[in-house]
């Protein structure tokens, strides 16, 4: 029943997918759909919808595979990654639901200060906060597809939202950011200021290499400048920040997103997982920081 679904004054758009020998030419299946949504509204209230693609007011998802065909209403609108808070970035930002799950997997608590000291536009720092003050993921995007459904209950909607704001609270321990690039500091607190945590993430122009741990008992969370985006440094670099982080944080812990190609940064990791950041190989790595070897830590034996 198209007519209830869009109304003759709203704009739609077809997003498609099609692997059929009956659709040759997968467009030729979208356009088949349109006409039939065109020709129903059309009946049903004696005007016809138009077809908008950059911003349209319904979005209909269209799927064959052989003969199956699956036609959805889309709920989300803009895909659901894009948080709605990155207003400016650097030259190869972290997707949003990536960095999420990255600081998941640290199992980080809150219960000890977290720092990444090559922030780039901050996106790694801004999903901690959020998971830490109990931010809602979609608090700050503009709409969702399903505010323009006909049946969409405002009401029900913003006693939702307010149920969750209701949960927020602050984090308890500092969450901190660095990187040389002035520029990129500057882009990074714009979008502290969009995600409104401003006053709670620390952020400052630094030379990592210039950087010593106070807290003994931080979590490094970091995505350094690599692939394809950006020239890839040699193993040296990396070396190097093995070596900056074994001299200068003992006791604390590391979460440091690795190219696949760096096989090592002069540390022993203590876990790591296969991750695709884009179309790139990476592996989220895990080191415990202590002065000397871990050998002599641990009394002599290897665990």
């Not at 059929?20 to 129903?40: C, G, M, N, T, W």
């Not at 894009?82 to 207003?87: H, I, L, T």
């Not at 609270?169 to 409104?196: C, H, W, Y």
């Amino acid at each position: 029943p198209w007519g209830e679904l869009i109304d003759a004054e709203q704009t739609f758009a077809i997003n498609f997918t099609v692997h059929s020998e009956a659709f040759p030419h997968s467009q030729y299946a979208s356009l088949r759909l349109k006409d039939a949504i065109v020709d129903a509204v059309r009946k049903h209230s004696g005007k016809r919808p138009s077809v908008e693609r950059r911003r349209p007011d319904l979005q209909f998802d269209l799927m064959i595979a052989g003969e199956q065909v699956i036609i959805s209403l889309d709920s989300s609108g803009d895909p659901l990654f894009k948080r709605g808070y990155r207003k400016r970035v650097g030259r190869a930002p972290l997707n949003e639901v990536l960095a999420s799950g990255l600081i998941k997997k640290t199992g980080w608590d809150g219960e000890r200060a977290l720092y990444d000291p090559f922030c780039g536009s901050a996106t790694l720092l801004i999903e901690a906060c959020m998971q830490q003050a109990k931010l809602p993921a979609g608090l700050f995007r503009e709409s969702f597809g399903f505010e323009r459904w006909p049946n969409y209950d405002r009401e029900l909607f913003e006693r939702i939202k307010e149920s969750r704001l209701s949960r927020i609270v602050e984090p308890r321990m500092p969450i901190m950011g660095s990187d040389r690039d002035t520029v990129l500091i500057k882009k990074a607190f714009e979008n502290l200021e969009q995600a409104q945590i401003a006053d709670i993430v620390d952020l400052e122009v630094m030379d990592f290499f210039n950087s010593t741990g106070q807290d003994k008992s931080g979590l490094i969370v970091t995505n350094p400048p690599y692939g394809k985006k950006l020239e890839l440094p040699d193993v040296a670099f990396f070396e190097r920040i093995g070596d900056h982080l074994k001299r200068n944080y003992s006791g604390w812990k590391a979460w440091i997103l690795l190219p696949k190609e760096v096989k090592s940064i002069g540390l022993r990791h203590s876990g790591r997982m296969e991750v695709l950041n884009g179309d790139l190989a990476c592996r989220w790595t895990y080191y415990e920081l202590f002065s000397g070897s871990k050998k002599k830590q641990k009394g002599g034996q290897i665990n």
